[in-house]
């Protein structure tokens, strides 16, 4: 019985092993460098973990609303919304005059918020692009501004000591070899043209701009593109090779078979998972946690250009938004929060509002974000723990207070639990009830419950492999 047993068990090993070797494919434009890249521009990547995306284009002139109509989906996709004929959309670029345009200005409200990285759209659905290309007439040298707005972006942005990526739209509506699928030869030219054109663009970018650390891709799920996963891989290689440190999002690459993000055998592509729009991984994703990620996340429900009427949908209070930071960080992602400045250059007051209110958060609290991640303990109801690679401190970030008072802590075989206390009040220990080994309460004294707080805890790993070390000797 125990021997049938057995050899039905080296059977069913013998077998799943041929099945795992049938699935395992050839794949030669997947993965493009191994992951996770541990470089320090990869790392710094990492530690930035808030940041700024910018939408920017001609559909902030209308802001929503066509000929009196207004719109109610995101107004950087007016042009399909409302019909408008391309010829028609194109003499917004006659209006772009953006006379309040003030990148140090804008850069100011970025820092005073906190964020150590901005992505900008470079070129969005419709085309136009920010920068004098040397590939099309439909950029910024045709408005009234002429000037490289870009370009003063770029150095605004870096003279505040904020990382700068751009964002590109492979998906373009103005381009005659854009195709949404590829069905005959000539469909296969016409999208092959696209695709020269962007790569060219793409490394004008690199060359224009050497500053710039990282692209953030769009309008790549049409099927042409996921036709094309060799290019997208060669692409990749030669953004890289231009510029060593690149930090590419997943949402550039398809494999040879037409795998997005995650390639054929399962391995990402691109250096960071960029799926999480408009939404986080709820409640608690282990497998996020032990990748690069990124969130990006709009103020209204679903708006990303300048939009003239918020009231059409839910706006999120500061106070949201930052426990969305903190969540994104306390999974090991990086946050990217939304702004769509208006057609005249000027920054809503809504978003400055938001810019302030964030940046009073971490003014006190940016030590439980910036480098921080994971803690490796198990979530408890009261909010989010982070933990700062380097220092290994861990940071309890309460957004829902527990009416008993007590904030639970349930530790690692281990582990021991030093000292709490608030964070910027280091100096005064909380008191800490111990329940059990490993579990504890946390109790502090005097705090507003009313506002989301954070506590610092200092933990005491058991130093197991120096024990062992010492009773073998
Ligand atoms: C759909 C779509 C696009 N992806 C978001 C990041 C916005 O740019 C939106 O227009």
């Not at 679903?302 to 938004?321: F, V």
């Not at 946390?442 to 419950?449: L, M, Q, R």
Request: aromatic share 14%; proline share 4%; hydrophobic share 35%.
């Amino acid at each position: 019985m125990k021997k049938q047993f057995l050899s039905l068990l080296l059977i069913l090993g013998f077998c799943s092993g041929l099945v795992a070797q049938d699935t395992k494919k050839e794949v030669k434009y997947g993965q493009y460098n191994g992951l996770p890249r541990q470089d320090q521009a990869m790392q710094k990547w990492r530690e930035n973990r808030l940041g700024q995306f910018i939408h920017w284009g001609l559909y902030a002139i209308p802001g929503g609303v066509w000929k009196d109509k207004t719109y109610e989906g995101a107004a950087e996709w007016l042009q399909i919304s409302a019909k408008v004929p391309r010829e028609e959309w194109e003499q917004l670029i006659h209006d772009f005059s953006i006379e309040k345009y003030d990148p140090n200005e804008w850069a100011a409200i970025a820092k005073e918020m906190g964020v150590k990285y901005v992505t900008i759209t470079t070129k969005h659905h419709d085309g136009f692009c920010l920068w004098p290309s040397k590939y099309t007439e439909f950029d910024i040298e045709a408005t009234p501004y002429k000037k490289d707005l870009l370009g003063e972006f770029v150095k605004a942005y870096t003279k505040a000591g904020i990382d700068v990526n751009f964002y590109y739209s492979i998906l373009d509506w103005r381009h005659t070899g854009w195709r949404y699928d590829v069905k005959s030869i000539e469909d296969a030219e016409a999208f092959e043209t696209l695709m020269e054109y962007s790569k060219n663009q793409l490394l004008e970018l690199i060359e224009r701009y050497p500053e710039v650390k990282g692209f953030w891709f769009d309008g790549t799920w049409d099927k042409s593109w996921k036709l094309n996963g060799k290019f997208s891989y060669e692409l990749e290689k030669a953004m890289k090779d231009k510029s060593p440190g690149l930090v590419v999002s997943s949402r550039m690459r398809a494999d040879e078979y037409g795998k997005r993000h995650i390639d054929s055998n399962g391995r990402l592509m691109g250096d960071y998972y960029s799926v999480y729009e408009r939404r986080l991984p709820l409640p608690w994703d282990e497998e996020i946690t032990k990748m690069d990620w990124e969130c990006c996340m709009t103020v209204p429900e679903n708006q990303w250009g300048y939009h003239q009427d918020w009231s059409l949908s839910h706006i999120k209070s500061p106070l949201e938004l930052t426990e969305m930071i903190v969540h994104a960080v306390s999974q090991n992602g990086n946050f990217l929060l939304n702004f769509g400045p208006m057609g005249n250059g000027d920054i809503r007051k809504e978003e400055r509002f938001i810019a302030k209110e964030i940046g009073k958060w971490m003014d006190e609290n940016s030590e439980a974000i910036y480098g921080c991640g994971p803690s490796g303990l198990q979530k408890q109801d009261w909010g989010y723990f982070t933990k700062n690679n380097k220092s290994g401190k861990v940071y309890m970030n309460v957004f829902n207070n527990p009416v008993i008072g007590k904030y639970r802590v349930k530790l690692k075989k281990g582990q021991t639990l030093k000292k709490a206390s608030l964070i910027g009040k280091q100096s005064e220990a909380l008191h800490l009830e111990q329940i059990s080994k490993t579990v504890y309460f946390v109790v502090p004294a005097n705090v507003n419950t009313k506002d989301p707080f954070v506590i610092v805890l200092e933990i005491e790993e058991k130093e197991s492999r120096k024990f062992h070390q010492k009773a073998l000797t």
